[in-house]
């Protein structure tokens, strides 16, 4: 089945402590994103890449970082500078401007 | 810059009764719009989309939205809502030629009571 894969669903870390976000894709798309939900503030873009060994940062990127080594894979570390890790985290891939995005069933981070 | 108003975070609705979820925005470039919907700890999935075209866009299940280019609206509706539309719906804008990137609007929960 074509789809997009993160793991794990969740994820519990203490304090001061960096965490990776695994996003896998094989729908063979170029573009893939990394976007944060909290309650009641929508979706915000943390990080993007449109191409293999390049990527932008999103509206909220502080704190965090990505890598993307592979068209099939956008890891996401989680630092302890970001100040308020606590969240649902979503990637998704696309085929670029204008194409809908395929988004991944999410993981939730814990952070005490 | 890019930026999404969804005007109701909840909007509570009896079964079979039409329904109206609002979505304004503003840009200074052209964008694309997307209505998605998730359900309860799931990702999004695209419920319908505007790219270009006929302004009247709709889903298989039923919804539509309306791009109103001199009033920056997408307004999502359905004329009969059921017990399984229940969920959070999200409008997003996607500038041209920015890679591809959402900027989305905070959601409205709909909830259909029997």
């Known amino acids: 089945d074509g789809g997009i894969t993160q793991s794990p669903k969740y994820l519990f870390r203490k304090e001061g402590q960096n965490v990776t976000l695994s996003c896998e894709q094989n729908l063979n798309h170029d573009a893939m994103y990394w976007y944060r939900q909290d309650p009641g503030q929508g979706l915000r873009l943390i990080y993007y890449s449109q191409i293999v060994n390049d990527f932008q940062k999103g509206d909220i990127a502080e704190g965090y970082s990505v890598s993307r080594e592979k068209k099939e894979s956008f890891p996401l570390t989680v630092t302890s500078a970001q100040k308020n890790p606590t969240a649902f985290y979503l990637c998704a891939s696309s085929r670029g401007s204008g194409s809908e995005q395929y988004f991944g069933p999410g993981t939730r981070l814990t952070v005490t | 810059a890019q930026s999404v108003t969804q005007l109701d975070s909840q909007v509570p609705v009896f079964e079979e009764a039409p329904v109206e979820l609002r979505c304004n925005y503003s840009s200074s470039v052209s964008v694309y719009l997307f209505w998605y919907v998730q359900y309860p700890n799931q990702g999004l999935q695209l419920l319908l989309k505007?790219?270009?075209?006929?302004?009247l866009v709709e889903s298989i299940n039923g919804f539509e939205a309306e791009f109103n280019k001199s009033q920056t609206s997408f307004h999502l509706r359905k004329p009969s809502v059921h017990i399984s539309d229940t969920a959070e719906y999200f409008c997003a804008v996607s500038p041209y030629n920015q890679g591809g990137k959402l900027i989305f609007g905070q959601g409205t929960e709909l909830s259909v009571k029997p």
């Open positions: 505007y790219l270009s075209g006929s302004t």
